[in-house]
Each structure stands twice: as structure tokens, then as C-alpha cells.
């Protein structure tokens, strides 16, 4: 029989290769191929039969479903992305770049948990015991009955974890699990899922909730993502800027609640803390209105946050002109120079353009480009936007601004926070009985006539 061979797995996608490259062909990433030993499933010896089995009973669609129990631990903001609770037996990825405060959440989760009476273990493989007993110091949690394990080996983290049948345990992190019977380096992707895989187990057959902490690569992927990811019940990646004190926890996926809530924390010196109303938490300092700035009424899920977005132009020294980013895309930033020059004649060609979100934050939504229009066009003309004023709209490459969803929620936010003009796109649904004036928007064009007509007071005219 030929001698099994070793593969060739990328880190970051997953995808095997049959040798070593610089490169993955799959996802592109350089240096990302690590040689494993071979695995041996069914299929690789080139089909081992598979059993014979046993036809199974069908159930009807239509029943009774019962909701699954649930277990808070108090912590609303957690609590909400869980969708209401951890579930008994279910298997949760918390991802983030190293250093959000992953360790920092999951800590402070169990000490509540423990303070209900809840049974919980915390495994760090990360840190020792004593790293631990520090943090749990600073947090002011030192008294909560959680118990603690510095280990790495599966096998042993499975054993004690029978033995001790805890409610909820946390293991930190995915990366550090270390499993004999697999021969590649801790951290692969074989390790990783082989941890996993073991843990996941674990979780189903004892009823117990376990936390697996994972870390991020830059380009927003778990080492081995995908052969974690779909594995457990749920992914919540935990975001910010380490230079901001500002964390949003946002579910991925989530079998047992919805994807697009969100919680938002504080980072502390004492820990994270929650921040029940997050909507002007990336606001910057605009209650001066400055030429550049521009505020978008967005929405992270369900809820409806506004964020500042400033563009600096300055007439360029460079044969290319630079342009920076700093939260939101490159490549959109790109285009709405591109439209506001075809379509609005404002041209920045000449000029080096930064654009930067208030706060740490990342914006996503393409209805935030009317308002990256805005903030280039008042920083080129030196004119601030007139006070008070929001704006949301997805800008098409023809100029038109197309309507954005949820409107009415980004408006009577907005509305509420002491906002008195809205730029919409024409087709916004504008709810009765609101408390501050909407100007519809057809183009670009009529977004940079109305801004370029001459100081703050000429958005009133209609
Ligand atoms: P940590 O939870 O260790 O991050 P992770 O597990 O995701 O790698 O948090 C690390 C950072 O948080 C660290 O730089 C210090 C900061 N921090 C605070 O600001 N306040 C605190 O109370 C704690 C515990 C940490
Ligand atoms: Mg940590």
C-alpha cells in the first residue's frame, strides 16, 4: 500500500493542494499553505465501504416546536446577540483580532453566570493561572465561583469537563487546542478541527454550553474558518478598533436567533462595559459643524446608530494623487469620486482625498455613500454642511441616489437626537408626524447644487 502522503492546507480558506505553494490558488492568499499528515476518513483509502444501515421513521413538517431553554447571564447586550440566552448543549465561535477583548467578555460572562449559581469552567491555554486571577482582579470579579484550567490537550480538557459537568464552560482559544492523535502543529487546521470537532461533541452529549474563543486574521477570517464555522450553532465576531474604546459583538450566524442584532461595549479600566444606546457613540466631536463632515444615519442590524463620516481634499504634490481610507471601503470611495466627477462636476483629480469614520467604526452599508458624497463635496468647497442635518442613500454609477431600507427607523432616530434636515433619496417613505424637515434628493447633481449654493442657511429652500 503507497505510504500516505502528507497534504498541503491553506490556513486561512481551507483549501488543500497537493504541494507547497506561496500562494493559494483558492482564496489568493500568500503564505497561508502549511503541510499536515494526512487525515483518514472513509473516502481517502479510495472507498471503505460504508456499512449497511438502517431505514429510518419520516416526521411530518407540521408539529409543536418548543422553544429552546435558555440561559442568560444578565449581560443584556450578550445576551441580545445570543438571541435571548445561551442554549444548553449548542457550541459558540467568539472571533475577533487578537487583543478586542475576547478573554475580557467571556471572563466577565462566567462570573455573572457563576454569581446565579450557574456551574462554569474557564480553560485558557492562553494564559496561565495567575494571568487569569489578575484579569478576574481588574474586572472586580475575583469572588465568583468560576473554576479554572490552563490546558491545551483535548483529551484531558474532554476528561475533566465529564468529570465536572459544568453549565457553561469557555475555551480560550480554538488556537492553542492541541489534539494527540493529530500529528500536524497546534493552530492548523486540522488541529483546530479536530478541537473542535471534540468539543462540539462534548457540548451535544452533556447538555453544556461551550464558548470556543477563536482569533481573527486581518482580513477578518478564523485560521481555519470554514471548517469551524459550520460546525457550531453560532459565530459571533467581536469588532472595534484596539485605538478606540468602543466593541460591537455581532452574530454571523446564529441557529437559535437572528443574525442582525448587535451589542455594543465599552472598554474600560475595569472591564467592558454595555452601552444601551449606542446611536451617537460615533458621532466624533461635530457639535461644531466643520467643512468635510458629514453625518450618515446608518443602521447595524436592527438598530439604528449614526456615524460621522470626515473627508479631508487637499490639492496634491503627487504625479498620483493619494487616497486613504480609514472604516470604510477603498474600492466605494473610488467610485464616488468617480460618479461625483462624471455626474456633479466635482472634480477631485487633483487633490489627495482621506475619508475616515468617527470612532473606530466600520460602515458597511452602501446607504452611506450619499453621505461620503457630501462630506467630499462640503471639504473641496470649504462649506460645512447646514447644522443638524442626516443623510442616507446608495449612490448608482448613473449619479441617481437610490432609496435606502429601514428609513423610517434612520429617521425618527435622527428625528429624536435633535436632527432637523434629512437628505433621502426621492423615493424614501417619509413617516407622518415627523419632527424635522426631509429634502428628497434625485441625484448627485442636486445633492452638490444644493450644498454649493451659498452657506449653511440655503438647505431650507425648497
Ligand atoms: P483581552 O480580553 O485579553 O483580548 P483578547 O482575548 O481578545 O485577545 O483584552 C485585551 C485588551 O483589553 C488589553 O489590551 C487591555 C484591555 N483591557 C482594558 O482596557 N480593561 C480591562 O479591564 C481589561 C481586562 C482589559
Ligand atoms: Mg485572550
Keep these: 500500500m503507497a505510504k500516505a502522503r502528507s497534504t498541503y492546507v491553506c490556513q486561512s480558506c481551507g483549501a488543500v493542494a497537493p504541494r507547497w505553494a506561496g500562494r493559494c490558488d483558492a482564496c489568493g492568499q500568500w503564505n497561508t499553505i502549511v503541510e499536515?499528515?494526512?487525515e483518514q476518513p472513509l473516502a481517502a483509502s479510495g472507498g471503505a465501504r460504508l456499512p449497511k444501515g438502517r431505514g429510518r421513521e419520516l416526521h411530518p413538517l407540521a408539529g409543536e416546536a418548543t422553544p429552546p431553554p435558555r440561559i442568560t447571564c444578565g449581560i443584556a447586550e450578550l445576551d441580545r446577540v445570543t438571541g435571548g440566552g445561551f442554549v444548553p448543549g449548542s457550541a459558540l465561535l467568539i472571533g475577533g483580532d487578537p487583543g478586542i477583548g475576547k478573554s475580557t467578555l467571556m471572563l466577565q460572562a462566567l462570573a455573572a453566570l457563576a454569581g446565579q449559581g450557574r456551574r462554569?469552567?474557564?480553560?485558557?491555554?492562553?494564559?496561565?493561572?495567575?494571568?487569569?486571577r489578575l484579569r478576574a482582579q481588574r474586572l472586580g470579579v475575583l469572588d465568583a465561583p468560576v473554576l479554572l484550567a490552563a490546558d491545551t490537550n483535548v483529551a484531558d480538557i474532554v476528561a475533566t469537563l465529564e468529570r465536572e459537568r459544568p453549565d457553561v464552560v469557555v475555551i480560550d482559544s480554538l488556537q492553542t487546542l492541541w489534539t494527540p492523535v493529530v500529528e500536524s502543529a497546534p493552530g492548523t487546521v486540522s488541529q483546530?478541527?479536530?478541537?473542535?470537532?471534540?468539543?462540539v461533541r462534548l457540548a451535544k452529549k452533556s447538555g453544556a454550553v461551550v464558548l470556543l474563543i477563536g482569533h481573527v486574521t486581518k482580513e477578518?477570517?478564523?485560521?481555519?474558518?470554514?471548517?469551524?464555522?459550520?460546525?457550531?450553532?453560532?459565530v459571533l465576531y467581536f469588532e472595534?478598533?484596539?485605538?478606540?474604546?468602543?466593541?460591537?459583538l455581532r452574530a454571523a450566524k446564529n441557529r437559535f436567533g437572528a443574525t442582525d442584532e448587535i451589542g455594543v461595549f465599552e472598554m474600560r479600566g475595569r472591564g467592558l462595559v454595555e452601552v444601551e444606546n449606542p446611536s451617537l457613540l460615533f458621532m466624533g466631536d461635530s457639535q461644531a459643524s466643520v467643512a468635510g463632515a458629514a453625518v450618515f444615519a446608518g443602521m447595524e442590524g436592527r438598530r439604528p446608530l449614526l456615524v460621522e463620516l470626515q473627508a479631508l481634499a487637499v490639492p496634491t504634490t503627487f504625479a498620483t494623487p493619494r487616497r486613504a481610507v480609514v472604516g470604510w471601503d477603498s474600492a466605494r470611495l473610488a467610485m464616488i469620486l468617480a460618479v461625483l466627477e462624471a455626474r456633479a462636476g466635482v472634480r477631485l483629480g487633483q487633490h489627495d482625498v482621506y475619508l475616515n469614520v468617527g470612532g473606530g467604526m466600520r460602515v458597511r452599508e452602501p446607504a452611506a455613500d450619499l453621505a461620503a458624497a457630501a462630506a467630499l463635496i462640503s471639504s473641496l468647497s470649504g462649506q460645512p454642511l447646514p447644522a443638524g442635518t442626516v443623510l442616507f442613500g446608495e449612490v448608482?454609477?448613473?449619479?441617481?441616489v437610490r432609496a435606502a431600507p429601514q428609513a423610517e427607523q434612520r429617521l425618527r432616530e435622527a428625528a429624536k437626537l435633535g436632527f432637523s434636515l434629512a437628505l433621502v433619496a426621492e423615493e424614501t417613505q417619509v413617516p407622518k408626524g415627523l419632527a424635522m424637515k426631509v429634502r428628497p434628493l434625485a441625484d448627485v447633481a442636486a445633492l452638490a447644487a444644493l450644498l454649493l449654493q451659498g452657506g449653511g442657511g440655503g438647505a431650507a429652500a425648497p
Design 36 to 38: 499536515e499528515a494526512p
Design 120 to 132: 462554569v469552567v474557564y480553560v485558557s491555554g492562553e494564559e496561565g493561572l495567575d494571568q487569569i
Design 192 to 199: 483546530l478541527r479536530a478541537g473542535a470537532e471534540a468539543l
Design 220 to 234: 477578518g477570517q478564523i485560521a481555519g474558518p470554514r471548517v469551524v464555522e459550520h460546525m457550531v450553532d453560532a
Design 240 to 248: 472595534g478598533d484596539r485605538g478606540h474604546q468602543y466593541r460591537i
Design 396 to 400: 448608482a454609477l448613473s449619479g441617481r
